[in-house]
């Protein structure tokens, strides 16, 4: 555990205040999207515009690539939230069908193969099949969350999980445990939005 400990204090001293800012914002968004707070986007947006940066650096390129798109998104997110307002009350919080989950799981799975052996195959990419199957997924979730869709909060439960793994592994060990505390917070998102969801659908 000292050993640990000892190991962490010497890494968390060669942080870059880029990584820092980033887990600042990052912990900003997921506290402020539990709560439906339409600010969440305006942290992402920050968040995820220094991450395509630091995970090109890690030579983790559909990470890098990802948080171009979760930039986008938070662009999106914003104007869906914004819309979805009516008679002062934020958008409110849906549920979809398993037909569409299983759908989009199964264009996952056969994306992230593809994807998986080019990257394997052309390039220099750090777990190319994982990295993948995490970015495909984590797309089709950001997505859900823009729509304000209950589902994503157990999505991201398994993508975060798998996350904390990849991050620690190519010494962005700051960033995975900030995926920890995302694993934590996470059963919060899903209390909180499955109340709402039977407020709002009685």
Request: proline residues 2%; charged residues 10%.
């Amino acid at each position: 555990m000292n050993a640990l400990l000892v190991q962490l204090t010497e890494q968390a001293r060669a942080f870059s205040g880029l990584e820092v800012t980033a887990v600042v914002f990052a912990i900003a968004y997921l506290l402020l999207a539990i709560r439906q707070n339409i600010w969440c986007w305006f942290c992402a947006g920050i968040s995820t515009a220094i991450y395509v940066w630091l995970f090109f650096s890690a030579r983790l390129y559909m990470e890098s690539a990802l948080n171009g798109f979760y930039f986008a998104m938070a662009i999106y997110g914003w104007f869906v939230w914004t819309s979805g307002r009516s008679n002062g009350h934020e958008r409110p919080v849906a549920l979809w069908s398993w037909r569409i989950h299983a759908t989009a799981l199964t264009a996952i799975v056969v994306l992230s193969s593809v994807n998986g052996y080019l990257l394997r195959r052309y390039t220099d990419a750090a777990f190319p099949y994982v990295d993948s199957l995490t970015t495909w997924s984590a797309i089709w979730a950001t997505f859900l969350v823009a729509r304000k869709v209950l589902e994503n909060w157990w999505y991201w439960l398994v993508i975060d999980s798998a996350s904390v793994i990849i991050y620690w592994v190519r010494d962005l060990q700051l960033t995975s445990l900030l995926f920890v505390a995302y694993v934590i917070m996470i059963p919060f998102g899903i209390v909180s939005w499955t109340r709402s969801f039977r407020e709002q659908h009685p």
